[in-house]
């Protein structure tokens, strides 16, 4: 009866834990960008830093969870405890590995809120293109990448569209060089 006990209120503390992280850390993201954004009328460009901040956040809860099971494991012995943490395992994995995908994101403050691109394909990127005139205030860019079938697409404020073309020529200087 403890032993079964144990493995349910051990389920119940982890369970309750990851969820309260995964709410906690898309808030803070939240507050993160509304404070980027917030205060300035001029078009952001966003580095890492505040994914590296989730990224890493992710990668000590990770190790945490990974070292409590493996002490409830040598404690216990039970394979039904050893296939969760298995399973949670490959669920941070997953996430902490998603969390390295998106680097560089453009964000506008009025108008679509931004262009996010695998930091894997800036450096393959073969052209962009500012496409016609998609409204009577926007403008649409595709970003073509090697291999790929369809462009990435973004639409931004017309007014807009000479400092968001300095920052796309300012990214792909920068990956190529």
Not at 80 to 109: D, N, T
Request: glycine content about 8%.
């Amino acid at each position: 009866m403890q032993f079964y006990l144990l493995e349910e209120v051990t389920s119940l503390i982890v369970f309750l834990g990851v969820s309260a992280l995964i709410v906690g850390l898309f808030i803070l993201r939240e507050n993160l960008l509304k404070k980027k954004l917030g205060g300035s009328v001029r078009v952001i460009k966003l580095t890492s830093r505040n994914l590296k901040l989730t990224k890493t956040a992710l990668l000590i809860v990770f190790i945490i969870i990974f070292s409590a099971s493996v002490i409830t494991l040598i404690f216990i012995g039970d394979r039904e405890l050893f296939i969760r943490f298995v399973g949670q395992c490959i669920f941070w994995g997953a996430l902490y590995y998603s969390g390295s995908l998106y680097s560089k994101m453009l964000f506008c403050k009025d108008g679509f809120a931004g262009a996010g691109i695998p930091k894997t394909y800036w450096h393959e990127v073969k052209g962009v293109i500012w496409d016609r005139d998609i409204g009577q205030s926007e403008w649409g860019v595709k970003i073509f990448i090697h291999g790929m079938k369809k462009p990435y697409r973004a639409c931004f404020r017309r007014d807009k569209k000479e400092e968001i073309e300095n920052i796309i020529d300012e990214f792909l200087h920068t990956s190529k060089s």
